[in-house]
Every structure is written in structure tokens, then in C-alpha cells.
């Protein structure tokens, strides 16, 4: 049964960077072609759609953070990252990371608090 | 920017029939945006009921379906029951870059 599961700091300062691993268990993550996502929401409002990587490490990002956002696949430990710099409060949200194109599998969430 | 907009609430009885949308501010919505649904329940994570406009996973109830309605993307239920009680969000891909809805509230009442 494949799972996925967020890891990383609950709480960044300000101006600072946000780095998230999510772990994947069940599945090879370079087994077959497929698209990794990550995707947030801030707390009592919609997801929000950061980006993802493929096997190839190929990656595609919401334009509204691409300056900001790095998507990295490492196939050796089985996992992907998420890297935001420059982190304000708006960054506050609970990050979710997601498998393939149709977002067929979720993570359960890890809150991140942005705050000094 | 991409805008993808949705019903902010929609109210259905239970065993009625309801249709969600999901369109784009500028132009309509075709199968290359490979239009998503994803269900999302209070305090749970959101986990995807279609994809690829009509596609079901294996743990979609037959009651809901994905179409292409008047250019937008719908989610049709059928025969609600309490627990369709969530906030529905789409996904459309453009450009390659994915575009989430504000979401749907679905209330069964």
C-alpha cells in the first residue's frame, strides 16, 4: 500500500526558508513516469496548487511563487522536497504533498507557522 | 493569472441531484485541462473523487460523475446522502501549472 508522508520544520521565521521532505513508502518514486505535487492551505480557507516535479526532475510551478519555489526529487531516498524561500505569515499553511497528475494520493498535512 | 471559479455554496436534499461547476474568467474549459475533483471533509485531508474530467478512482461512489457542461467542468450527485456534506475544490492544468478552485460547499439539508 503506497503512502506518503510530510515531514519538516513546524515553525520558520520570517525571511527565512521553508523546507519540507515528503517520504514515499510502497512505491518506487522513479518506477514509472509520474508527477509529484505539492499543494497548501492556509488555515479555514482553499488549497492552493505550488507545484510539482517529474521523474525526470522536470518541474512546473505556480506562477505566483515560481521566484520563490523549488520542487526537488531525490530518487535514492524515495522522496521529494519543497524549498520556499523569503517566507512571510501568508505562508502559513498546512502543506500537503500529492502523487501523480490526478493527485491519486494525498498525505496527511504538516502545519507550517511562519512567525519570529 | 489564471482565475478558476466555483459556486462558493450550493445547498441539496438528501436523494436529490445536484451539479457543481467549475469554469475559467476568460475562455471554457476542455478535456486538455484535465479537469479534477477533490473532496475534501472538515479536519481531513482531501482526497480526489475524478479526474480527467469523468475518470473515477476506485473508491469513488457511482453516484458522482465529472463532465463538460457548457464550457465549464461538472461534478453531477446523484441521490445526495449526509455524508456528501464537504467542500469540493477543482483543478484545471494550464500551461502546465495547476489552478485550484475557491472551492464549492456542499450542505445537504
Known amino acids: 500500500q503506497v503512502q506518503m508522508q510530510e515531514s519538516g520544520p513546524g515553525l520558520v521565521k520570517p525571511s527565512q526558508t521553508l523546507s519540507l521532505t515528503c517520504s514515499v513508502s510502497?512505491?518506487?518514486?522513479?518506477?514509472?513516469?509520474?508527477?509529484w505535487n505539492w499543494i497548501r492551505q492556509p488555515a479555514g480557507k482553499g488549497l492552493e496548487w505550488i507545484g510539482r516535479?517529474?521523474?525526470?526532475?522536470?518541474?512546473n510551478y505556480n506562477p505566483s511563487l515560481e521566484s520563490r519555489v523549488t520542487i526537488s526529487i531525490d530518487t535514492s531516498k524515495n522522496q521529494f522536497s519543497l524549498k520556499l524561500s523569503s517566507v512571510t505569515a501568508a505562508d502559513t499553511a498546512v502543506y500537503y504533498c500529492?502523487?501523480?497528475?490526478?493527485?491519486?494520493?494525498w498525505g496527511q498535512g504538516t502545519l507550517v507557522t511562519v512567525s519570529s | 493569472q489564471t482565475v478558476v471559479t466555483q459556486e462558493p455554496s450550493v445547498t441539496v436534499s438528501p436523494g436529490g441531484t445536484v451539479t457543481l461547476t467549475c469554469g475559467y474568467s476568460?475562455?471554457?474549459?476542455?478535456?486538455?485541462?484535465?479537469p479534477t475533483w477533490v473532496q475534501q471533509k472538515p479536519g481531513q485531508a482531501p482526497r480526489t473523487l475524478i479526474y480527467?474530467?469523468?475518470k473515477k478512482h476506485s473508491w469513488t461512489p457511482a453516484r458522482f460523475s465529472g463532465s463538460l457542461l457548457g464550457g465549464k467542468a461538472a461534478l453531477t450527485l446523484s441521490g445526495v446522502q449526509p455524508e456528501d456534506e464537504a467542500e469540493y475544490y477543482c483543478?484545471?492544468?494550464?500551461?502546465?501549472?495547476?489552478?485550484f478552485g475557491g472551492g464549492t460547499s456542499l450542505t445537504v439539508l
Open positions: 480527467s474530467t469523468s
Open positions: 500529492a502523487k501523480d497528475q490526478w493527485l491519486v494520493l
Open positions: 510502497g512505491e518506487s518514486i522513479s518506477s514509472a513516469g509520474r508527477y
Open positions: 476568460t475562455r471554457a474549459v476542455t478535456s486538455g485541462s484535465w
Open positions: 483543478l484545471l492544468y494550464s500551461g502546465g501549472a495547476g489552478v
Open positions: 516535479v517529474y521523474t525526470n526532475g522536470a518541474t
